[in-house]
């Protein structure tokens, strides 16, 4: 079993940035297949951004493309959700989710239920 521990978040105006973090203790994280969620009080979660184990593939939702990066440092055990030009509208709670996959699986997932493991999340405050 892997813990997920997200970190960044915070409160920052539109139009600036932030890079969260989502750290595993268990080694290999290579193993995970990764995704970032973000939750709005009354909304259901919704899928950000995927990665596959290797980092060869990835998934966006269509309000973050060309804003949102995700990557994987497997040697630090971490994913990374570098936002840019960030909008009020991207106010929620970040989680990060995790999957262990095999080998051959260098997929990135982009549904919520295929994911086993949840970090605590992290909270994104963009203001007007």
């Known amino acids: 079993q892997v813990q997920l521990v997200e970190s960044g978040g915070g409160l920052v105006q539109a139009g600036g940035s932030l890079r969260l973090s989502c750290a595993a203790s268990?080694?290999?994280?290579?193993?995970?297949?990764v995704g970032w969620f973000r939750q709005t009080p009354g909304k259901e979660r919704e899928f950000v951004a995927a990665i596959s184990w290797s980092g060869g593939r990835t998934n966006y939702a269509d309000s973050v493309k060309g804003r949102f990066t995700i990557s994987r440092d497997n040697d630090k055990n971490t994913v990374y959700l570098q936002m840019n030009s960030l909008k009020p509208e991207d106010t929620a709670v970040y989680y990060c989710?995790?999957?262990?996959?095999?080998?051959?699986?260098?997929?990135?997932?982009?549904?919520?239920?295929?994911?086993?493991?949840w970090g605590q999340g992290t909270q994104v405050t963009v203001s007007s």
């Open positions: 989710a995790g999957r262990e996959t095999s080998y051959y699986d260098n997929y990135s997932y982009t549904d919520e239920h295929q994911y086993d493991y």
């Open positions: 268990r080694r290999p994280f290579s193993n995970y297949a």
